[in-house]
């Protein structure tokens, strides 16, 4: 379901909130950290974590649909620590092979949106990067029964802003990459 495109049963309102995209994390060493955007055909041969399915369905099989056109065995390795950004990236540093972690969908779209490239602790020499063209993007939409009482509609006048997502992470609820945060601000994802 695309919010902004698709016509909705009465008495149901929809509204885009607009288009957002994962941060794909790499080793500091790999060949897409200095270039900060890493090409499908990179990551779709590459072990990534991102999930698990049951989080945002939607999303994990339009984003893997994607990953397949360039490798149609490519799978999605579940993260070990779903509730751990840095745990999940010790355990990607840390392998055999080389490994991505990529996050919900977490970056919006547009100018000023680029993931925060300042090395922290806990990052474990990873770094986060963009996909290339956007490719893997998922539209945020709210819908709504039109037959609200008149109080509780105005609650719809206008769209969420990054600065209450903002103000919500800075709460210490979620960390922005974490889908939780996302699903408690905003109805759903849909994958484009």
């Not at 579940?78 to 970056?107: E, I, W, Y």
């Not at 806990?122 to 008149?150: C, H, I, N």
């Not at 969420?160 to 994802?189: D, K, V």
């Amino acid at each position: 379901m695309n919010p902004a495109g698709e016509s909705l049963p009465a008495p149901l309102d929809a509204m885009n909130l607009g288009e957002f995209e994962p941060a794909a994390w790499v080793s500091g060493t790999h060949p897409a950290a200095p270039r900060e955007v890493i090409g499908l055909d990179e990551l779709a041969h590459m072990d990534v974590v991102h999930g698990p399915r049951r989080v945002s369905a939607g999303t994990y099989d339009a984003w893997l649909a994607v990953l397949r056109t360039r490798n149609p065995r490519f799978e999605f390795l579940d993260p070990p620590f779903r509730q751990s950004l840095p745990m999940t990236l010790a355990f990607a540093a840390t392998g055999s092979r080389s490994t991505a972690v990529l996050t919900g969908p977490c970056h919006r779209v547009g100018a000023g949106s680029e993931p925060d490239r300042t090395a922290g602790t806990g990052t474990y020499d990873m770094v986060p990067v963009r996909v290339e063209q956007r490719r893997l993007a998922a539209t945020a939409g709210l819908v709504w029964s039109g037959d609200l009482p008149a109080s509780s509609s105005s609650c719809f006048s206008t769209p969420p802003t990054a600065s209450l997502l903002t103000h919500a992470n800075r709460t210490g609820q979620y960390h922005e990459s974490h889908p939780r945060f996302y699903h408690r601000e905003i109805a759903g994802w849909t994958g484009r």
